[in-house]
């Protein structure tokens, strides 16, 4: 057996909401504007023909409770809450009505943006690595089963900011729905357990400072909590 001339880094998992089990994480896939509210205030046409996707690494999980650090390279640093579809089950070339059976739950989801770095980006038509794909981007709450809550299909989406409403919306508005996203993400990858969909936000998209506490949920999946703390300096 070779050996392995550095550590190999910790495994990146999720709680299970009333189980002692956990769910590695694997991939992160996040589905870009899929609501039109949220496509309109980013100046952009929504495309109703397909979804399209970015990535986060799966190291860049962070918790629910967690303080992150203002990330560096940014001044606008952006919350984005979501609905998480968790993979329970291989999925390749699923069709649609079948694409439910291969979800194993749903949990709330905040994919932190460098929103500066990512317009720059957008504006030269480079990919969206350094406004996405960052240290402590990907936070995510416990994981939901759907034997418990079924599959939601609508439900009040909101984030709040210091008890300020800054997201209200309801996840029946999405472009693309899960089932939707699943068989079409599949159809481009070998989708594996412990695969993670982003599936979008809604409108109500900022900034948020050090100091400041991010609160959001979605009705039937749960809550989710965030601090900001301050920018790391080590």
Same mark, same amino acid.
């Given at each position: 057996?070779?050996?392995?001339?550095?550590?190999?880094?910790?495994?990146?998992?999720?709680?299970?909401?009333?189980?002692?089990?956990?769910?590695?994480?694997?991939?992160?896939?996040?589905?870009?504007?899929?609501?039109?509210?949220?496509?309109?205030?980013?100046?952009?046409?929504?495309?109703?023909?397909?979804?399209?996707?970015?990535?986060?690494?799966?190291?860049?999980?962070?918790?629910?409770?967690?303080?992150?650090?203002?990330?560096?390279?940014?001044?606008? !640093? %952006?919350?984005?809450?979501?609905?998480?579809?968790?993979? #329970?089950? *291989?999925?390749?070339?699923? =069709? @649609?009505?079948?694409?439910?059976?291969?979800?194993?739950?749903?949990?709330?989801?905040?994919?932190?943006?460098?929103?500066?770095?990512?317009?720059?980006?957008?504006?030269?038509?480079?990919?969206?690595?350094?406004?996405?794909?960052?240290?402590?981007?990907?936070?995510?709450?416990?994981?939901?089963?759907?034997?418990?809550?079924?599959?939601?299909?609508?439900?009040?989406?909101?984030?709040?900011?210091?008890?300020?409403?800054?997201?209200?919306?309801?996840?029946?508005?999405?472009?693309?729905?899960?089932?939707?996203?699943?068989?079409?993400?599949?159809?481009? !990858? %070998?989708?594996?357990?412990?695969?993670?969909?982003?599936? #979008?936000? *809604?409108?109500?998209?900022? =900034? @948020?400072?050090?100091?400041?506490?991010?609160?959001?949920?979605?009705?039937?999946?749960?809550?989710?909590?965030?601090?900001?703390?301050?920018?790391?300096?080590?």
């Amino acid at each position: 057996m070779n050996q392995l001339l550095f550590p190999t880094p910790p495994v990146s998992a999720l709680p299970v909401r009333g189980r002692p089990e956990q769910v590695p994480i694997r991939r992160i896939f996040c589905v870009g504007r899929n609501y039109e509210a949220h496509a309109r205030e980013m100046d952009v046409v929504v495309d109703r023909e397909a979804p399209f996707y970015f990535t986060k690494a799966a190291e860049h999980y962070a918790p629910s409770g967690f303080t992150v650090s203002y990330p560096p390279g940014t001044g606008n !640093y %952006h919350y984005e809450m979501e609905l998480v579809a968790v993979i #329970g089950a *291989p999925a390749f070339r699923v =069709p @649609v009505e079948r694409a439910l059976d291969c979800v194993f739950g749903y949990a709330c989801g905040l994919d932190m943006t460098r929103r500066d770095q990512q317009l720059a980006a957008r504006e030269q038509r480079r990919p969206w690595d350094l406004g996405k794909d960052f240290e402590q981007s990907a936070v995510v709450a416990d994981i939901v089963p759907a034997t418990e809550i079924g599959h939601p299909r609508e439900g009040v989406i909101e984030l709040r900011v210091n008890g300020e409403t800054k997201q209200h919306s309801d996840i029946s508005l999405l472009i693309h729905s899960v089932p939707e996203i699943v068989a079409h993400l599949s159809t481009f !990858y %070998h989708l594996q357990p412990g695969d993670l969909i982003f599936t #979008g936000t *809604p409108e109500g998209v900022g =900034p @948020v400072k050090p100091g400041d506490e991010i609160a959001g949920s979605i009705a039937g999946v749960g809550t989710i909590t965030l601090k900001i703390g301050n920018p790391d300096e080590g």
